[in-house]
């Protein structure tokens, strides 16, 4: 279980002294409003808060606030399978990761690389160690690189083409991440794709029962959106199909949305020209840091 309140010692801030504890939903207008001045860093905790609220399971973890004792907010973190942060002072990202250390269940800990450096110097102080880290580029894109076109075959996926779509995912995270959701929580992993394909977010070309293409709107919020899970199979690429296919995406999804955003690897330089070629600009460095996990396969 986490702290349910925690307090900075007075020696640590000589100014008013803040503290941390669990946010309720009563308290979600106002903490969308905190972290949407920095949308495009925020927009994976502002879409849970969105579609969730602040208390929910499929947050898969609790949503923590930092605050002075004049009750202004000065961080905002989700802790638990994903732990994120946003903070506009250092002593907030301090003790954020103090609550943090207790929990047991975090499988990563994501953000940009300053704020995680930051937060992962004081969350290690209790011997926590890293499995696996990755640096990644976040790219943003704000306007269509080219003219729509229609011919692609893009679509929402449906329910009937989950088992096209969930190993491919699997695939994706295991690529990144050295862990294979469907090994280490079938039940769960099929139930998010499933969610996400019934929310419409799971978009796709498939030709005669053959996936082509296929991306995940992983988050939502009225300014920004989020993609991951980009996948066109080998011999798909290279030929423009796959800069169609985005470019007609990102058109769809930019009548909902000011930006579309994502993250990739910093050594995959041929995603990263893709994503340059469809339009995409660098914005910032990310650092993601995987956790060893008890219940991980051993073999």
């Known amino acids: 279980m986490l702290a349910s309140t925690t307090q900075i010692p007075h020696e640590r801030t000589p100014q008013a002294p803040v503290y941390v504890k669990p946010l309720a939903n009563n308290e979600q207008s106002e903490v969308l409003q905190f972290l949407s001045q920095r949308a495009i860093h925020t927009v994976s905790m502002m879409s849970l808060i969105q579609d969730n609220g602040l208390v929910h399971p499929l947050n898969r973890g609790m949503f923590y606030g930092c605050r002075d ?4 907010l000065e961080g905002v973190a989700l802790v638990g399978h994903a732990t994120l942060m946003e903070t506009v002072s250092d002593r907030a990202l301090a003790l954020l990761a103090d609550v943090a250390q207790q929990c047991t269940s975090t499988h990563m800990i994501m953000g ?13 102080s209790a011997g926590r160690h890293q499995r696996l880290a990755c640096r990644e ?7 269509p690189n080219a003219p729509l076109s229609l011919a692609t075959g893009l679509r929402p996926a449906t329910a009937h ?14 690529a990144e991440s050295g862990v294979n959701p469907l090994h280490v929580d079938p039940n769960g992993f099929r139930a998010r794709c499933l969610r996400r394909i019934e929310q419409e977010r799971t978009w796709v070309v498939v030709e005669d029962d053959r996936l082509l293409f296929k991306a995940d709107v992983i988050s ?8 991951e899970g980009i996948w066109t199979p080998e011999d798909n690429r290279g030929n423009g199909n796959a800069v169609s296919f985005m470019n007609e995406l990102t058109h769809r999804l930019l ?7 994502l993250l990739v690897n910093e050594t995959n330089q041929r995603a990263q020209s893709f994503y340059r070629k469809c339009g995409f600009r660098f914005r910032a460095t990310y650092e993601t840091i995987f956790l060893p996990r008890k219940d991980f396969p051993r073999n």
């Open 112 to 124: 940009e690389k300053e704020r995680v450096a930051d937060f992962w110097s004081h969350y290690a």
């Open 220 to 227: 939502k919020a009225s300014s920004v959106t989020y993609l």
């Open 161 to 174: 083409e989950l088992e096209l779509v969930m190993p491919i995912q699997a695939e994706l995270a295991f």
């Open 69 to 72: 004792t004049h009750g202004q």
């Open 137 to 143: 580029w976040l790219f943003e894109l704000n306007w």
């Open 255 to 261: 009548d909902d949305t000011k930006s579309i955003c």
